[in-house]
């Protein structure tokens, strides 16, 4: 007779379907009295410390055309290199900072999120990582959400230091992971597939 597992078993992958974006953002979807709010709509909140920017792009599919489906989120640590979050050890966090934002992307698959510069973050085995901001990208036809980083294009110094900025240099596509500063505008287009395809993290 076989042991019995002491696990649950794993089920099957599902695409996230047509729809995520209605279900993750009802209220953008005019889809009004489920939540007060849609969750990770505000990042900043009056008395933010740091500078202000402004995180724009559109999500690109494999053959150029937009994805106006999709869900896109973002990570980041504050102005200080500090995440809100209950596993940061270290102390400070911005209170007026989540550090989380969740946008569905519009028709022509853009998104745009008020935020601040992230300050450097230190990596375990010491040194620091270059400023980012972390992203997730969920739509339909996709089993497991994307995940990705943007750095920024006035960082050349720290980017050069950043040990998966280094890796993707290797490879030549460093490039999609830098997301172009002009004022407090920084312009980040993600491409899920094709010539200029975005790297994507396996975490």
Partial sequence: MSKPLEYLKETSS???????HIGMTPNWS??????????GRRVVSDGVKGERIKVTGRVIDGGGNPVGDCVVEIWQADANGIYNSPMEHRSGVD???SGWGR???GENGEFAFETVKPG?????GGGLMAPHITFWIVARGINIGLQTRMYFSDEEGANQKDPILAKARMIGRDKTLIGQRDGNIVTFDIYLQ???ETV???I
């Fill in 30 to 39: 005019d889809i009004n009295g489920v939540i007060p709010e849609d969750l």
């Fill in 200 to 202: 994507f993290l396996d």
């Fill in 120 to 124: 450097s973050v230190p990596l375990a």
């Fill in 194 to 196: 094709g010539e200029n």
């Fill in 95 to 97: 209170p007026n900072f």
């Fill in 103 to 105: 946008q569905a992307a």
């Fill in 14 to 20: 599902q695409t996230a379907g047509p729809y995520v």
